[in-house]
């Protein structure tokens, strides 16, 4: 569902991502972990448009985000990290924009429901601007989720929100992928990555420093009772001389 | 004191990252000092060699230099209102710098400093090359210099004061969540209203008295003392210092100014201790859970897809965002300005009528790029930092570009077909000019309307926080340049048929072959000129990635 071959991305004379290739499948989570600075946001960015990769393709559900862009992002829902939506829009005249924008036939009744499922029914006809930063990030949630994308990218899904929604987003993002939807998060929560990810790439300094399951990882480190935390700073660490 | 060399490095740092931009203004800057100097001593010396003047030229200049005070503080009272409120109350850094071992009365100075910098800083840069102007024609003393720049940064704190304090009343008694609305309706207006004033005060008129009339209107004018008021205790100040005294009215101003400053930062540290800044705060919820359907005029839009959606979007943020709105009620006084400008001309001859029909032509160009500055080229921009809906939306940038084209272009069509219109009924121009008018409005309105939405599109600012902002670059420059060249070269097209009706006022030429075939010229360049500047704004938009441009 998400092909990356090869991506470079170049700012002027700084390499943030150098020539990685993944792929995320259907009905999988795949987190991407690394460090600041280690690629991560670049690669989301290339992966959703905002930016153009340097080199490199990258295919959303065999449609080419360059070549191909209105197509692959019809089949693309994103969660950035800061969820700036029109303040002077209510949350509901935001997701009708959406919804045309995107072509959703029954915008109106399926934001209703998303509404309700985010206990956000009784503010949906108020302006955004007077939402909390939780109440934008579970509105950017439905905002994704709207018209139900084979690809859902997430840039630090929990930033924001209490526990109970928390909890909601985490069950979601794992249901969504077993109605065979692929879903791509970035977080510097391990916990969260090792809840809800199938798999795992580990990003350092532009590169893929280590990829797979737990199992896998564990494996590769030498460590069978590790959690994704020591795997990561263990990870990090070994390449940080490397590159230097 | 750490808190200002902190902003002083801030500062440093930004011209060092970018010395092109910096260099850029500088240039300008020189050349509109240059100007304004070669002015002020050409209307010095005109003063002083006017006939039968001679004892009054000191005292009409004098006035002259109080009404220019007068007006600038005035502009920069209304203008302090919405900055006094973001920069005193709501600026991001604001918690930051609170945290610092620093009073809160440091704090506040320093806010203080940045309104005043903010609201004031251009008008005292612009008031600068008069008063160098005037101690040149008048040789004035080297004291003259420093006493002068005192008196006018002395000047503009005053009215800095004012609005700030005013912006304090406007916190304490507006609806909560409603005072940057409110007083950004407040400053709007009142700009629109001073620049219809100024221009129904109709000073061409000058132009058609006697001199003996004129030297009367002089006399009259030296007499006619301000009063007691900072304007004229500043043109006291600056007289004085011609002559290289320093008079009592300089401690007045001084003074005054430095005590209004302190009582703003001591007030503005109170209101925030106090928590009289909650009518910032947004509104409290109510609890509404209605399925809301489309509002009725939604539903035209949207056959137009999926740029018919940004087009309702666009339309609901206008109407409820006050720094886009506000921006219609300009073009409202600039319309106004133009009628009061064509209906001005008093002349009998028709030849003269279609004479000034023709240049009208190009007027009419110069006031739509005027008004498009603040319509079509920021509309690109205004999407903000909401553009990544848009940006990872399935929609071709091209569909975003037609959408904000087609959404500003309404109220460019009404105004340059309108004022076309009522340009050849006002001027009672000759029938192929009366036509050739609201041609020319039309044209020079799509297109105008297309290079702004186009540069728009390709030298986006995401990151303005207003839309007066957003054409302080490059591409507004660029933008201005090539709707004044649009506007002279519609003019130049036209300057045929305009000579066949000053020569052959009964020949109607659009009815002839040659009236056709430019017609149909004229329709070739709008169609291309508007095209153009569109496809190049849909394609540096594809390419665009935030921070690269």
């Not at chain 2, 709501?90 to 440091?106: I, M, R, T």
């Not at chain 2, 009061?340 to 000034?356: G, H, L, N, Y």
């Not at chain 2, 309404?410 to 000019?433: F, H, N, R, W, Y």
Request: with cysteine.
């Amino acid at each position: 569902m998400i092909e990356v071959h090869r991506l470079v991305k170049r700012y002027g004379k700084l390499l943030a991502v150098n020539e990685i290739s993944f792929e995320a499948r259907a009905g999988e989570v795949l987190a991407l972990l690394g460090p600041n600075g280690a690629g991560k946001s670049t690669t989301i960015k290339c992966l959703t448009g905002l930016i153009r990769p340097s080199s490199g393709n990258i295919r959303l559900a065999g449609s080419d985000v360059v070549s191909d862009a209105v197509a692959a992002k019809a089949k693309l829902g994103y969660v950035p990290d800061r969820p700036y939506l029109y303040p002077k829009l209510t949350g509901r005249e935001l997701l009708r924009f959406l919804a045309r924008l995107r072509g959703v036939e029954d915008g109106e009744s399926l934001a209703q429901e998303w509404f309700v499922f985010f206990g956000l029914d009784g503010f949906a006809n108020e302006l955004i601007e007077g939402y909390s930063h939780g109440m934008r990030q579970k509105l950017t949630f439905i905002a994704a989720l709207l018209h139900d994308p084979e690809v859902l990218v997430i840039d630090e899904p929990m930033v924001g929100l209490d526990p109970r929604a928390a909890r909601q987003v985490k069950d979601l993002m794992a249901g969504y992928a077993r109605k065979g939807r692929t879903v791509l998060l970035t977080t510097h929560s391990m916990d969260v990555a090792e809840t809800v990810a199938d798999r795992v790439i580990l990003l350092n300094r532009g590169q893929i420093a280590a990829e797979g399951t737990m199992e896998e990882l564990r494996l590769q480190i030498g460590h069978s009772q590790a959690d994704l935390e020591s795997i990561f700073l263990q990870m990090t660490a070994e390449q940080l001389p490397a590159a230097s | 004191m750490t808190v200002f060399l902190f902003r002083l490095t801030a500062f440093k740092n930004s011209v060092i990252r970018a010395p092109i931009l910096y260099s850029v203004g500088l240039v300008f800057l020189a050349l509109v000092y240059w100007g304004i100097l070669f002015l002020t001593r050409r209307g010095v010396r005109f003063l002083d060699q006017f006939p039968a003047i001679g004892t009054i030229a000191d005292a009409v200049a004098q006035r002259s230099l109080e009404a220019l005070f007068l007006l600038l503080m005035l502009g920069v009272a209304f203008s302090v209102l919405t900055t006094a409120i973001t920069t005193l109350y709501s600026s991001e850094d604001l918690s930051f710098l609170l945290s610092l071992p620093a009073s809160g009365l440091e704090v506040f100075s320093l806010k203080v400093v940045e309104t005043y910098l903010s609201a004031a800083f251009l008008p005292a840069l612009f008031t600068l090359p008069v008063l160098i102007g005037l101690g040149l024609e008048k040789g004035a003393p080297l004291i003259y210099y420093p006493i002068g720049i005192a008196a006018v940064l002395a000047l503009y704190a005053i009215p800095v004061a004012i609005g700030s304090l005013l912006a304090l009343i406007l916190i304490r008694i507006s609806p909560a969540g409603r005072v940057k609305e409110i007083a950004t309706a407040v400053s709007v207006l009142f700009a629109a209203a001073l620049i219809f004033g100024l221009r129904v005060l109709r000073p061409e008129r000058l132009s058609a008295l006697s001199p003996g009339e004129f030297e009367l209107l002089l006399q009259r004018f030296a007499r006619f003392e301000i009063g007691w008021s900072p304007p004229s205790w500043a043109s006291e100040v600056v007289w004085s210092a011609l002559a290289g005294r320093v008079p009592n009215a300089a401690v007045v101003l001084a003074g005054v100014s430095l005590i209004l400053l302190l009582l703003v930062a001591r007030l503005a540290a109170l209101a925030y201790r106090e928590g009289w800044i909650r009518s910032l705060d947004s509104r409290p919820f109510r609890f509404d859970s209605a399925v809301r359907r489309p509002a009725f005029w939604e539903t035209p839009f949207y056959a137009f897809g999926r740029s018919g959606s940004i087009m309702v979007k666009d339309n609901r943020l206008l109407f409820r965002d006050p720094t886009q709105w506000s921006q219609l009620l300009v073009l409202v006084a600039l319309a106004g300005v133009y009628l009061v400008s064509t209906s001005s001309f008093e002349v009998d001859i028709q030849r003269f009528k279609d004479a000034v029909g023709t240049m009208n032509l190009m007027f009419l160009g110069f006031l739509l790029a005027g008004v498009g500055v603040r319509t079509a080229y920021p509309i690109v921009s205004l999407e903000g930092e909401g553009f990544w809906m848009l940006r990872t939306g399935p929609i071709a940038s091209s569909q975003i570009v037609a959408a904000k084209f087609l959404n500003a272009l309404p109220v460019m069509l009404l105004l340059g077909g309108g004022l076309g219109l009522a340009a050849a009924e006002l001027l009672d121009l000759s029938p192929t000019l009366a036509l050739a008018s609201p041609i020319a409005g039309f044209s020079a309105a799509t297109v105008i309307t297309a290079i702004g939405v186009g540069l728009g599109a390709a030298y986006p600012r995401f990151d303005a926080t207003n839309p007066a902002e957003i054409p302080l670059s490059p591409g507004g420059l660029l933008y201005m340049t090539l709707s004044l060249v649009y506007a002279a070269l519609m003019t130049i097209m036209l300057a045929y048929p305009a000579w066949q009706a000053i020569e052959r006022p009964d020949y109607l030429f659009w009815m002839h072959r040659e009236g056709m075939l430019l017609l149909l010229l004229l329709v070739v360049v709008t169609v291309l000129a508007t095209a153009l500047p569109l496809f190049f704004g849909s394609y540096r938009l594809a390419r665009y990635e935030p921070g690269a441009s």
